[in-house]
């Protein structure tokens, strides 16, 4: 087309064999608009992602174990505000039932994810979430943060809980935890923890602070430097249809780049009932595929989500066209167990089980990977982390 200022195909013939763009090729990817080129982009992902991961996907089990949060983020529905929603805090026992389920299905991760529950943060808290919940009921745990009873602030048990799931199922745990104190996550990397996730959103402050009401840019992007630096594989997710500019997601993804992810997410933002941004127009789903494919193209050798909490079951075959290669929130039913975009979509009819799933794989000429080939790429990432990150102290 002329007045383009790139060619699609010298790009993407280029990003094949070195996967290194400069943020105005990057802007023009995410603006592609025409469907054949759109197509294009996708094919050349596929083909990134063969290169790397062969036909392999990767499985990962989803355990959503606190619906609690001491934050008031606009876009969730589990923000401390929302006083409609109905929430709950899940006991060691019921942890470890839903990991073996999970395990035992086939799945290739535990994603143990929470939000930051004010009984992790109370300085009258007796123990932890967990001791606390299996002792008494959720009422009563509640009271004794509210009467203040002594006995300090105590992280033990969460690091029990992660090495429990370990132990119990033979899988790496990734934990969602939020902005953990400093010593919580010392814990959690001692404990052998694979992944650490923390979500930025966005790599925009202004947007942030929209978004994250009253947390901190700084001490979030922190927390992964901390994280990276004691070991863990990190984890990083932006959302789109939140406002953002192509700018911002190329900032973002740049910001990836540069960090050396390990596994990088885009989800698209579902406007939640009883958040501030529930009268958001939904974007669809297209701009998250577009982005899966520009980050597969820019992270060739990373893990790229394909999320069940967007879309269901039915818009996991788009995102792995895009050249996703992890099916997440693999959640079980009939243990209570919710989502995060969506709290209950496909969970209970059984739709987000690897029997579902697999035949979708199957169609798309992809297969489940061994346990044995994840196990192989962690300890590849482990092995190749940089040993400086740009800009920070080790």
């Not at 979430?129 to 048990?157: C, K, L, Q, R, Y």
């Not at 698209?268 to 009932?273: G, I, N, R, S």
């Not at 794989?361 to 080939?373: D, H, K, R, V």
């Amino acid at each position: 087309m002329p007045g383009r200022p790139f060619n699609l195909t010298e790009i993407l013939d280029h990003l094949q064999q070195n996967p290194v763009a400069d943020k105005n090729q990057i802007k023009f990817l995410l603006g592609l608009s025409d469907p054949e080129e759109i197509q294009q982009l996708f094919k050349t992902a596929r083909m990134v992602r063969t290169q790397h991961f062969k036909n392999r996907i990767f499985l990962y089990g989803f355990l959503y174990f606190s619906t609690h949060c001491r934050n008031d983020c606009n876009f969730c529905q589990y923000r401390r505000s929302n006083t409609a929603l109905v929430r709950y805090r899940k006991t060691k026992d019921q942890i470890l039932t839903a990991a073996r389920e999970m395990a035992d299905a086939g799945v290739h991760l535990i994603d143990l994810t929470m939000g930051e529950d004010p009984q992790l943060y109370s300085p009258g808290y007796r123990g932890s979430i967990v001791s606390a919940v299996s002792a008494v009921s959720a009422v009563s745990a509640v009271s004794n943060v509210a009467t203040g009873s002594t006995g300090g602030n105590d992280f033990h048990d969460l690091v029990k809980i992660v090495t429990a799931v370990q132990d119990e199922t033979n899988c790496p745990v990734m934990i969602s935890p939020g902005t953990l104190p400093d010593e919580m996550l010392t814990g959690l990397a001692d404990a052998g923890t694979t992944f650490f996730a923390c979500y930025q959103e966005t790599h925009n402050p202004d947007l942030y602070h929209r978004l994250r009401q009253g947390q901190g840019f700084e001490k979030r992007l922190e927390k992964k430097y901390l994280a990276k630096r004691l070991g863990m594989l990190i984890e990083e997710g932006i959302m789109t249809g939140v406002g953002e500019t192509l700018d911002d997601l190329a900032d973002s993804i740049i910001w990836m780049a540069d960090f050396s992810v390990d596994q990088a997410r885009v989800m698209t933002f579902v406007p939640q009932a009883g958040t501030p941004m529930e009268n958001t127009m939904p974007q669809g789903s297209l701009k998250e595929c577009i982005i899966i494919a520009i980050m597969r193209l820019l992270l060739p050798d990373c893990l790229i989500p394909a999320s069940l909490d967007v879309d269901g079951l039915s818009g996991l075959k788009e995102r792995l066209d895009a050249g996703a290669n992890v099916v997440t929130s693999i959640v079980p039913p009939q243990k209570g167990l919710a989502g995060v975009a969506n709290h209950s979509l496909d969970i209970e009819e059984a739709k987000r089980t690897l029997a579902h799933i697999t035949p979708i794989l199957y169609a798309c000429g992809l297969l489940p990977a061994t346990s044995a080939e994840y196990q192989s790429w962690i300890t590849r990432r482990q092995q190749s982390c940089p040993p400086f990150l740009p800009g920070k102290e080790n």
